[in-house]
């Protein structure tokens, strides 16, 4: 998937403009009741199956492990819809999926609130200054693999940031700048340095997560809680992180080492995962579009057009793309983002990976 320059594209500027209002106004609010839905649902199948493969062994331990780890991955990425949400829009949503979601798997809000912005802002994009950017399209495959790999530990390493780095910082709080600029963060770019304080709600959410934690090692002590729970726990959540480190390498070029850029060139570098053609039948089309929905669901297979019209929620996104398919010109540096695949995105990353690394 070769993508033009924007130089190439003069005529870009005005087919923007012109695709934005082609959308209807309404289309810009969010759905409580498929936002709560969707939630709730993601939820009661994820934990439901987590509680009968800690209860149950073997392969069918492995099975109810595997419907657990992609509910509750797709239960986990309304993180991403909470940063992009006003509170008013859905009341009490950041609350519940914090509830439910976030404290359960050491992953509470306030690691992303404050922190996601930074990567739709042109001063940061594709620099240090961004948390969810390195050019992997410049670096060696070894990184990108190195990425994933290291990305299944992460559940790890939270849970020793929320039962030990939180409890040290109360007690000297010198240590507290640090934790909170290097270790309060979910980022890929582990040069980024978070700005954001957090608030009320990030203390108690990290006093919750911290509770989890000895409360669950505490109930394992005296014999209340199978060890089964805590491998299941590590196996789910190492899953869902390495899920989205793949599906994460899809959604840019990763080929900008610095320079702010301008909104069509943030949109050139990045990838929006095309749906097969609904007119074309057939069971390989049916699950190729299956797969892609789990891999990147709530609409992160159009990631271009997120970048472009972050204020778009999730439920509309598909719609949205297909719209402005019909309605944008041909030169639309859009056109150019549209990947036929998961695969053929990643192929891409690969390709010129490589091809940059056997010209060092």
């Given at each position: ?190 040069e980024y340095i978070r700005h954001a304080p957090i608030g009320r709600a990030g203390r108690i959410q990290e006093a919750a997560a911290f509770a989890v934690v000895w409360s669950s090692i505490g109930l394992w002590w005296i014999g209340r809680l199978p060890a089964s729970v805590f491998l299941c726990w590590a196996v789910a959540s190492a899953a869902a992180f390495g899920i989205n480190a793949v599906r994460t390498l899809a959604a840019h070029r990763y080929d900008r080492e610095s320079g702010e850029l301008s909104m069509t060139e943030q ?94």
């Amino acid at each position: 998937m070769a993508l033009p320059a924007s130089s190439e594209s003069p005529a870009s500027p005005r087919a923007i403009d012109e695709a934005i209002r082609a959308i209807p106004i309404e289309w810009f609010e969010p759905s409580r009741v498929i936002y709560w839905i969707d939630l709730l649902a993601s939820s009661a199948v994820g934990w439901t199956t987590f509680v009968m493969a800690a209860r149950a062994d073997g392969w069918r331990r492995a099975g109810l492990l595997l419907v657990a780890a992609f509910a509750l991955y797709r239960a986990v990425l309304f993180i991403h819809e909470i940063t992009h949400r006003a509170p008013r829009d859905v009341p009490a949503f950041t609350t519940v999926w914090n509830v439910l979601v976030g404290v359960p798997l050491l992953i509470p809000s306030f690691l992303y609130e404050g922190v996601h912005m930074d990567h739709h802002r042109a001063r940061c994009y594709g620099t240090a200054a961004d948390p969810e950017y390195v050019p992997f399209g410049r670096r060696s495959s070894l990184v990108i693999a190195g990425f994933v790999l290291t990305s299944i530990v992460v559940p790890i390493a939270f849970a020793a940031r929320f039962g030990i780095a939180a409890p040290l910082t109360w007690l000297a709080p010198s240590l507290r700048r640090p934790v909170t600029e290097h270790g309060s963060a979910l980022v890929i770019n582990h040069e980024y340095i978070r700005h954001a304080p957090i608030g009320r709600a990030g203390r108690i959410q990290e006093a919750a997560a911290f509770a989890v934690v000895w409360s669950s090692i505490g109930l394992w002590w005296i014999g209340r809680l199978p060890a089964s729970v805590f491998l299941c726990w590590a196996v789910a959540s190492a899953a869902a992180f390495g899920i989205n480190a793949v599906r994460t390498l899809a959604a840019h070029r990763y080929d900008r080492e610095s320079g702010e850029l301008s909104m069509t060139e943030q949109l050139l570098d990045s990838c929006t995962i095309e749906p097969t053609d609904r007119s074309v039948g057939g069971a390989a089309n049916r699950v190729a579009d299956a797969g892609r929905a789990l891999i990147a669901p709530l609409g992160l297979r159009y990631h271009a057009l997120h970048h472009w019209i972050p204020s778009l929620p999730y439920h509309r996104l598909g719609r949205t793309h297909r719209l402005l398919v019909a309605t944008l010109r041909g030169d639309a540096p859009y056109r150019a983002t549209i990947a036929r695949g998961l695969a053929p995105a990643l192929r891409d990353l690969l390709r010129r990976s490589r091809a940059r690394t056997e010209r060092r």
